[in-house]
């Protein structure tokens, strides 16, 4: 008997397509198609974050301007004769004189800078070297003359604001052609400006100013600030940070630990979702039918502002709290359970700090949406000129005030370029605020994090 050896048949290329070796058309149609979503991905990804960065970069260059100053230091003589021409140093009398008796010392004192440092422009006149300083001048020294009577008599010297249009100069807004063109600045001016710097009379630098003065009218934008703003919005924060927070985990307690599954708790959970999607212009108009014309509450005050915004960021906190209790595992219960804890004490004990990084997270975040908010503040009349600025706590909750995303608003509607400037630099105040909030609630998260 004889050994038989069968030949192995000879592979097909039909065989071969169906080999886990061998890529067949389908493999890489499958492939490519995949690789064309990972494409379409990436591609995404970079649209996104080319238009932040562009986004960012226009701010940042039409805004940066806005945290510098030009000044022009002068040596101003509190002169008796127009401050307090009684002779008694009554603070009452000296408080009659107005901004227009200020004027004339302050334009006496910048005459005798130019004087003093031998500058000669051809073409400049006395109007032009008096409108160098800023209209919000007078004000300020009377301000600093109310405050400090004594003074009355002296030589004192300032740091004032230079006109808008000569702060414009140093920072690429105004040129000699555009001056030619322009109502409020000559070219004289600007030459005068140069020769002041030089100097030493004028100078730019770092503007403290932008971040503590309240709003200034349209003929000084030099004089505009954000003080007003940035306390108006910490108010109504501090208002939707006591109410949101204690309501919104409240509610979300029960729905998630206590409530019975029927149908009244699925309509309240339907309608949670439905005001979290609601446009915030809706918040605006019920707080001005409920807290303005029903409950006769003032407008543009902190509290008006503070309890709609509180309305606009519950069902955020609410949905956000009740995923954090929801990612807390049933065994945490049960073992709290099993070994005789009551439900009070498995919630409040175990399962609430468990849950505390997403509460806290989800309560950041609708803090940050609700500072950034400027549709329902302006039905409520927050978008109203405010310069004096709210009193403490409790009263100041009533006072008028603005927000920086109103004020934000308010600048952008005005005509002189120096507004759009201050709105941009607002924006990049407003900014900083709430990259500081969503770092906040990264840390938080992190810093309060437990493994199971």
């Known amino acids: ?33 995949e690789a064309r979503f990972r494409m379409l991905g990436l591609a995404a990804v970079a649209f996104g974050i080319l238009a932040l960065v562009g986004l960012l970069s226009s701010i940042l260059v039409n805004g940066a301007s806005s945290f510098r100053q030009t000044y022009i230091a002068l040596d101003v003589y509190l002169d008796p004769a127009k401050l307090d021409k009684s002779g008694t140093g009554d603070l009452e009398q000296i408080k009659k004189v107005s901004t227009f ?20 422009v051809e073409g400049a006149v ?57 109502r409020n600045v000559s070219p004289a001016q600007l030459m005068l400006s140069d020769e002041l710097k030089e100097a030493g009379v004028l100078s730019t630098r770092f503007n ?21 703003a940035i306390l108006g919005s910490a108010y109504m924060m501090l208002v939707v940070l006591g109410l949101s927070l204690p309501i919104g985990v409240a509610a979300s307690i029960y729905l998630e630990e206590f409530a019975p599954q029927n149908r009244l708790t699925d309509i ?6 439905n005001l979290a999607a609601v446009p915030s212009i809706v918040f605006g108009i019920l707080g001005l039918a409920v807290f303005i014309n029903y409950a006769g509450l003032p407008q543009s005050a902190p509290v008006v502002g503070g309890l709609v915004l509180t ?51 989800g309560a950041i975040i609708g803090l940050a949406q609700a500072l950034g908010e400027t549709a329902p503040l302006l039905l409520i009349g927050m978008v109203a000129f405010v310069r004096e600025y709210p009193g403490a706590p409790p009263e100041g909750f009533f006072d008028p005030a603005s927000a920086l995303p109103v004020q934000v608003y308010n600048w952008t509607t005005r005509g002189d370029p120096a507004f759009v400037e201050r709105a941009s630099g607002a924006i990049i105040v407003l900014l900083v605020f709430l990259a500081i909030m969503n770092i906040t609630a990264i840390i938080l998260r992190r810093r309060f994090e437990r493994r199971w």
């Open 126 to 182: 006395k109007k032009d070297i008096t409108g160098l300083i800023s209209k919000e001048a007078p004000a300020e020294i009377r301000r600093y003359v109310i405050a400090n009577p004594s003074k009355i008599g002296d030589t004192v010297p300032f740091n004032l604001l230079a006109n808008g249009r000569i702060d414009g100069y140093y920072k690429g807004r105004v040129t000699m052609e555009t001056a030619q063109l322009d």
């Open 101 to 120: 008796g200020y004027a004339p010392l302050i334009n006496a004192a910048i005459e005798k800078a130019v004087e003093d440092n031998g500058i000669a």
């Open 311 to 361: 309305l606009m960021t519950l069902p955020t906190i609410i949905i956000a709290t009740r995923a954090a209790l929801k990612a807390v595992p049933p065994s945490i219960r049960e073992a709290a359970l099993g070994v005789g804890a009551s439900k009070m004490q498995t919630i409040f004990h175990h399962v609430l700090p468990l849950a505390a990084p997403g509460i806290l997270t």
């Open 268 to 273: 309240i959970e339907v309608n949670i979702a």
């Open 208 to 228: 403290f100013r932008f971040f503590t003065a309240p709003d200034a009218s349209d003929t000084r934008p030099e004089a505009a600030g954000l003080g007003v």
């Open 1 to 33: 008997m004889t050994d038989a050896t069968t030949a192995t048949p000879a592979r097909t290329p039909a065989d071969n397509s169906r080999s886990l070796l061998v890529r067949g058309d389908r493999t890489r149609r499958r492939h490519a198609a």
